[in-house]
């Protein structure tokens, strides 16, 4: 019986690792996406349904940036030149300074923040962040900051204050910053890429916040299925970050501006019709 419960966690953990690795890169609220899956297969009471589950799976995620963005992200590269390597320790610098604000403002309401995880407000945020990003991308001008390297200080901090949004359920950490990413004046490229990069000390930093809440509490079995997790999270992350710069490249934000308007209906009208059953 032991073994036969095990396997289907790890399915489940195998599906969620998917959706992860897909929905976290992409402005699209890996949240939304988490909370309507695990109700159509009616995940509830499991450790894959855990809080501690659903933020430290995405560490494998994490990696698949750390990966793609090695050399970019390593300031110790043998083959970068000395003026490369001043670079890359100021974009760690900008980064740092955008997490600011998010590690202030989240750590005082991470506790409060979780009473609003339901359908209800991600629905909204789902509706209300597809209609900004059709209106931004409607209003959208020549972009004047290009490149990471050109980006100033300010700037960085400014996109870390619009990340600061995404405490809110259902808002999507990578789509409030790109939000104000290109708001602030950055082309598609820059504010993809550096959502990617903010992911990494803040991402990281939630998911060491719920382990260390937790107690480290997991058994053996919890860890197999947590790990199983990441791993697929990590693969399909490779893939969704790999689509999303190619597709910016080509394309603006407006098709996810609708695909959110239409999940956000789509999870109305699923628990509306739940609500009745």
Excluded at 109 to 117: G, N
Aim: proline fraction near 2%.
């Amino acid at each position: 019986m032991v073994i036969i419960i095990l396997f289907f966690e790890i399915i489940k953990s195998i599906v969620l690792g998917v959706v992860e690795g897909i929905t976290e890169w992409l402005p699209v609220s890996s949240t939304g996406h988490m909370i309507l899956v695990n109700e159509i297969i009616n995940n509830k009471g499991t450790f894959t349904a855990s809080d501690l589950y659903l933020y430290v799976i995405q560490l494998g995620a994490i990696l698949a940036v750390v990966t793609l963005y090695f050399h970019k992200l390593n300031p110790f590269s043998p083959s970068k030149s000395a003026e490369e390597k001043a670079d890359t320790w100021k974009m760690w610098f900008k980064v740092l300074i955008a997490c600011v604000p998010a590690a202030v403002i989240g750590l005082l309401l991470d506790d409060f923040m979780e009473t609003f995880e339901n359908w209800q407000v991600v629905s909204a945020t789902l509706i209300i962040y597809g209609v900004a990003f059709v209106i931004v991308e409607r209003l959208n001008k020549k972009a004047t900051v290009n490149d990471i390297d050109s980006m100033s200080y300010k700037t960085a901090f400014l996109i870390g204050m619009f990340q600061v949004l995404s405490i809110i359920p259902g808002t999507s950490r990578s789509g409030s910053t790109i939000i104000g990413a290109i708001l602030i004046g950055c082309s598609r490229t820059v504010a993809a890429e550096f959502s990617f990069f903010l992911a990494i000390p803040v991402m990281f930093g939630v998911s060491l916040l719920k382990i260390v809440k937790s107690g480290l509490a997991m058994t053996g079995n919890e860890i197999a299925i947590l790990l199983t997790g990441m791993v697929v999270a990590y693969i399909v992350s490779m893939l969704a970050i790999k689509f999303l710069m190619n597709y910016v490249r080509k394309h603006d934000f407006k098709g996810f501006g609708y695909y959110r308007i239409a999940l956000g209906l789509l999870v109305i009208v699923f628990f509306t019709i739940q609500s009745f059953m």
